[in-house]
């Protein structure tokens, strides 16, 4: 099997170009169903110790249903297979520049929750338009033990995100484990309570926010992801989600841009358009950097017994 490894500031992405299991012909969110019913041992050997790595997301490129698009996109991480990623599509983008397969300019991406379009302004800098993105509920308040009352909003921005304005942790690199223990908290409380996004869907992703620590910076973030790893990027689809939220609250003019940082401190710079005259949803726009690191032949080792990835 054939991957290509990259980051997008700081966050792994490992892109599978040869080798991935046949996933049938339906559309992309059916063939992201059987990955996710039927070759769980795949993707989390790829995304798992010993062979991969906590934070990092995997990407399976496969046959876009859409002949507009140069690709289609499945993500997955050690826990999940998920419905959009962008540092991941920022990390394909770069792959497929340094395959030539694409060049500077706009193309489109397929993935299961619908395609995006993908600026590439030179080898490493990329620009993502997602999909349409917004607040599905505003100041949801929880009562959690060892952290009080935390107030966030729910929001859709390709995945399911609880987002906490205030963050209870500060939100700097010596408090990662805190930070990780307090989204953990919040994860269980938001299940035990059966909050969900729109038609039930699982909010697997907290996000925490803090101030910035340069002069350039709108807000710090901290991301726990679905397998309790932290994003050491802003989070493409979770800043999406934020921009939904600053934009229904009009903390944020359409058009404008900001700069995002992250726990690590890498960034992003962000903006967003009203997706309709209803001003219901936002089409955001995420500007990052990704650089492939590695290209490699994974081996599946019959008589390895951690192949498919240590499960504690």
Known sequence: MLVIDSHTEGEPTRVVVEGGPNLGKGTLAEQAKVLATEYRDFYRSLTSEPYGQEAMVGALLVEPNDPS?????????????????????MGVAATLAYLGKIGVGTHRIETPVGVVEVTLSDANTVTVQNIPSYRFKRAISLDIPELGTVTGDIAYGGNWFFIIDQSPVPVTPKHLRELTEAGIKVRENLYAKGLTGAHGGIIDHIVFYGPALTEAGHSRNFVLCPDNAYDRSP???????????????????????????????????????????TKQAVIPKITGQAFVTREAKMINNPSDPLRCGVEL
């Open 235 to 277: 989070c493409g689809t979770g800043s999406s989600a934020r921009l939904a939220c600053l934009a229904a609250d009009g903390r944020l003019a359409e058009g404008a841009e900001i700069y995002q940082e992250s726990t690590i401190g890498s960034g992003y710079t962000l903006s967003y358009q009203w997706a309709d005259s």
């Open 69 to 89: 698009c140069v690709t289609g996109v499945i993500y997955f991480d050690a826990a999940a297979v998920i419905g959009m990623c962008g540092h991941g599509t």
